[in-house]
């Protein structure tokens, strides 16, 4: 086997009292790529921060190529040859492509000689790679996945022969996340080692060489891509065998609960991003829009769940409509029987500062249940928040916890156990399980499926195409604002993913 | 990654990290003390002794407090609703006319007890509606609030000074101030508490508006953490989506926050008013509304914090002023630098020693910070 890129040896380190990463030993052989897969807070995000630089290990040493290496900040990483694409861009979106591959890598006080030396540079860079990208284009004017690529010809342009991408496809197209891929795997031909950190089984199944395994701050498990399969890397992420696909019966659709009708939002700047939208809900159905992420979909839940302002259009629940110029209060609908789970539940669907027992009633604060004339019926809401978290499985259970200190699992059931449990007609749900892990995924599409055969209409927003094709009874999908296609559940994902890239619209307007 | 530190039990969050700060306050205070050539030891004795040696020392240091219980309650209302009301001074210093047209109205007719109640609600209501028109214009206009705040507390000052030289000054007086009130608006004096413990005082002007302050502390207390109204306030001041989300309008809760931060500012004025002076001159809060902003900081927002450092500030006024008269290289000016550094430590640079001391924490007891109970067992 090829010579290692990179030695880990008996890495460990603490925040406080949490051991992140306890005695991690992980070598990555040169030239080929490696996944390193994980739940949420397992520890893969804080042993690659130690690789680049970022954190310090506790005590272990770091090899690369084979020479101990002393990594203290990413310069020493950028030094050593190891490079990093985020999950979120570093990237200036009002600088050109070119201005942001030299940020930081200028070698002169004027820009001009940087400049020029860059732009042959990715010249040849760009042809040696396939990276295609236009050296003078604007950021912020380029889709996503050229985007990434411009984080990828940054590392490059550092002389970067270790490349770790942190969740790389979370914000891509299928099509997009395959054409990254076969970047991928031209920079191993060329003889580049890739470290690929994600939670997508598929993915580590469909590119890597090896894979490695972490759970808990320990790695439990390196195995060679081809001598594995999805559930046992499954497996060993969560601890015990969970189902990846939840099974469910055929739906009985009743009454139309939501009808929307030629709805068109805008957003603060005038732009478009709901394009004369028509659907309905019937009782008993999960309806799920599938599209990549800002194509949306966000825009249409704020607007059905009376939060935002839409310029056209209706939507009626149980044949009255909501109000859409932007002051309907959230609170009638409610009590109308419309339940939102919000995309955001960071910043919208909870307040990370509040005990769990105060985001527990977030919305229904006003309800008689929980008041005592002015005052916040106490002894109530800690009643009804240990009745949720017993119902809910929230661990810990202890509603007095400060809910940013829950994981991103028990947060999300949190604010499903209020929604859910106000017994709406009609429960809206934005993105169920972003950043839950395995195990929390599972229960709430459990959850969300009982909902539906209680009889009420489920409509699911998500940008995650398994989920979709597992919960939904209808699936429509969503691009550039438009609903351009609706498939059963039986729809491959071939073909919803050359809908989520336009692709059948632009042929159909040929 | 997201939770680097672990939590502190709470006696040393709320109890530990103050008084290192204090102390890290004072010891740079001490090198500034050094610095004009004076012993910082006895200079420390001086300010501890001016404030609380003797009685006297105690009932102005309770008196000073006082002002800045009610300046603090007020900060830290409008910042539960993540509003930040720089216009405390102003709010307060208008209410003096709230109070004036009370006292002179009735202080020949009632007895102070029924003033009081009367100026109390004159004082708050005027405190109210100097802050409803930022208010109004934050929620309607979207005008920044730290901006029209600042700006009113200039047209507050203005106002005052027109009406004190003017329609409020009695014929024939050269002072810029109204006439001295009746017995019927002044208040009594508390020194006889001090007293029942033994101390002794010639003359201070500690008095009932102690007590009220106390109770508002309180009534904050409940409105923050146990109504619906405090609920709405805090979902608000955390994150204004949330509050969308929940259905919590904008516009009310932020007039509402700021109305009740304006009517505890306005209540500031009856201490030095009716309290002490027996009437309204002119820059009579002094710096007392900006002083409530290091208050409610320092006091972590709640009440019983802001009583805590109202009675710091309050001993740094009183013991302050005892030893610029005792040390005549410690100027007054020296005595805002050491205030200053408190708020810097206290205030400002809170969370400076903040991670060493739960990393101590961490290496002594890992249970104490509870972070394995918050992951739960896994699955």
């Not at chain 1, 550092?158 to 496809?169: F, K, S, V």
């Not at chain 1, 994600?198 to 195995?223: C, F, N, P, W, Y």
């Not at chain 1, 999805?230 to 992420?237: D, T």
């Not at chain 1, 919960?471 to 729809?491: C, K, N, T």
Request: glycine residues 10%; charged residues 20%; negative net charge.
């Amino acid at each position: 086997m090829a010579q290692a890129a990179i030695e880990l040896i008996g890495i460990n380190k603490s925040f406080g009292a949490v051991r992140a990463n306890r005695d991690i030993n992980l070598d990555i052989a040169r030239g080929t790529i490696h996944g390193i897969v994980g739940e949420n807070g397992a520890g893969k995000s804080t042993l690659m921060s130690i690789l680049y630089g970022f954190y310090q290990a506790d005590s272990g040493e770091i090899r690369v190529g084979g020479q101990p290496a002393s990594i203290k900040t990413p310069n020493d990483a950028i030094a050593l040859g190891i490079g990093m694409v985020h999950q979120h861009f570093m990237l200036v979106d009002n600088f050109t492509v070119l201005e942001n591959i030299i940020l930081g890598a200028e070698n002169d006080a004027l820009l001009k000689s940087s400049i020029a030396k860059a732009r042959s540079e990715l010249d040849r860079l760009e042809r040696e790679y396939g990276l295609e990208v236009d050296p003078d284009a604007i950021i912020e004017e380029l889709p996503v996945g050229l985007q990434q690529r411009v984080e990828i010809l940054k590392a490059l342009y550092r002389g970067a022969e270790i490349l770790i991408l942190d969740e790389p496809t979370g914000v891509l197209t299928p099509a997009e996340a395959d054409h990254l891929f076969r970047i991928l795997k031209q920079l191993k031909e060329q003889g580049k080692t890739v470290v690929l950190i994600t939670h997508k089984l598929r993915e580590i199944m469909a590119i890597t060489d090896t894979v490695s395994v972490m759970r808990q701050g320990t790695m439990v498990a390196t195995r060679e891509t081809r001598q594995t399969t999805v559930e046992e890397l499954a497996e060993l992420m969560v601890g015990r065998r969970v189902l990846l696909r939840v099974e469910k019966g055929e739906a009985e659709a009743g009454a139309v609960k939501l009808a929307v009708k030629n709805l068109t939002v805008r957003d603060s700047r005038g732009v478009t991003m709901v394009d004369d939208v028509s659907f309905d809900v019937r009782a008993g159905e999960i309806v799920g829009i599938a599209g990549v992420a800002g194509n949306g979909q966000s825009e249409l839940l704020e607007a059905i769940s009376g939060i935002r302002h839409a310029v056209s259009g209706s939507v009626m629940l149980d044949g009255k409509p909501i109000d859409l110029t932007g002051k309907a209060d959230p609170g009638e609908l409610r009590d109308r029987g419309l339940a939102h789970v919000p995309e955001d539940r960071h910043h919208v669907g909870l307040v990370l500062a509040f005990e769990e027992n105060e985001n527990s009633i977030l919305g229904y604060h006003g309800d008689p249940r929980y008041l005592k004339g002015p005052f916040l019926n106490v002894d109530a809401i800690m009643a009804d928040a240990k009745d949720k978290i017993e119902k809910y499985d929230i661990r810990p259970g202890n509603p007095r916890l400060k809910t940013a200190n829950f994981s991103g699992g028990n947060q999300q059931k949190i604010v499903l156990a209020r929604e859910m449990e106000q017994d709406p007609g009609v429960l809206i749900v934005g993105q169920p399980t972003r950043g839950v892990d395995v195990g929390a995924i599972e229960f709430i599409h459990k959850r969300l499926i009982a909902m539906r055969d209680q009889g009420k209409a489920v409509l699911v927003v998500s940008v995650e195409l398994d989920e979709i094709r597992s919960l939904s009874d209808r699936i429509l999908v969503m691009f550039a604002g438009r609903i351009v296609g609706e498939r059963g559940p039986e729809a491959t994902e071939g073909e919803l993913g050359l809908l989520m890239a336009g692709v059948e619209r632009q042929e159909a307007a040929q | 990654m997201s939770t680097p530190y672990a939590k502190l039990p709470a006696w040393a969050d709320y109890g530990l990290i103050p008084l290192i700060n204090l102390s890290v306050a004072f010891i740079v205070a001490g090198f500034v003390v050094l610095l004009v050539g004076e012993n910082p030891f006895r200079a420390a004795i001086i300010l501890v002794e001016g404030a609380f040696g003797k009685g006297t020392g105690i009932a102005f240091t309770l008196f000073y407090a006082t002002t800045f219980i009610f300046t603090g309650l007020s900060v830290a209302v409008a910042a539960h609703c993540g509003l930040f009301n720089i216009g405390t001074e102003g709010q307060a210093y208008i209410a003096g006319l709230g109070i004036a047209i009370a006292c002179l109205s009735f202080d020949s007719v009632f007895p102070w007890w029924l003033t009081f109640p009367l100026a109390i609600v004159a004082s708050a209501l005027v405190g109210a509606l100097w802050a409803l028109i930022p208010a109004y214009l934050q929620a309607k206009r979207g005008s920044h609030i730290v901006i029209t705040t600042i700006m009113f507390n200039f047209i507050a000052a203005s106002i005052m000074v027109f009406l004190l030289v003017g329609p409020l000054k009695p014929v024939g007086s050269q002072a810029p101030q109204t006439r001295n009130f009746f017995a019927g608006a002044e208040l009594p004096k508390l020194n006889w508490i001090i007293e029942l413990f033994g101390a002794k005082i010639r003359s201070a002007p500690l008095n009932v508006t102690f007590l009220l302050a106390l109770v508002m502390a309180f009534l904050v207390w409940l409105l923050i953490w146990r109504t619906k109204l405090g609920y709405e306030m805090r979902t608000y001041g955390h994150s204004p989506k949330a509050a969308r989300y929940a259905g919590i309008s904008e516009t009310r809760i932020i007039i509402t926050a700021m109305m009740t931060s304006g009517a505890l500012a306005g209540m500031m004025a009856l201490n030095p008013v009716m309290g002490d002076q027996h009437n309204v001159a002119i820059d009579f809060v002094s710096g007392a509304g900006f002083v409530g902003i290091a208050v409610a900081l320092m006091g972590r927002l709640h009440p019983v914090g802001i009583v805590l450092a109202a009675i710091l500030f309050g001993m740094l006024y009183q013991g302050g002023a005892e030893l610029a008269f005792e040390m005549p290289a410690i100027s007054r000016d020296m005595i805002v630098i050491i205030q200053g550094l408190v708020i810097l430590f206290a205030g400002a640079l809170e969370h400076m020693f903040r991670p060493y001391i739960q990393a101590l924490f961490a290496s002594f007891s890992p249970r104490s910070v509870g972070m394995e109970a918050v992951k739960g067992k896994g699955a």
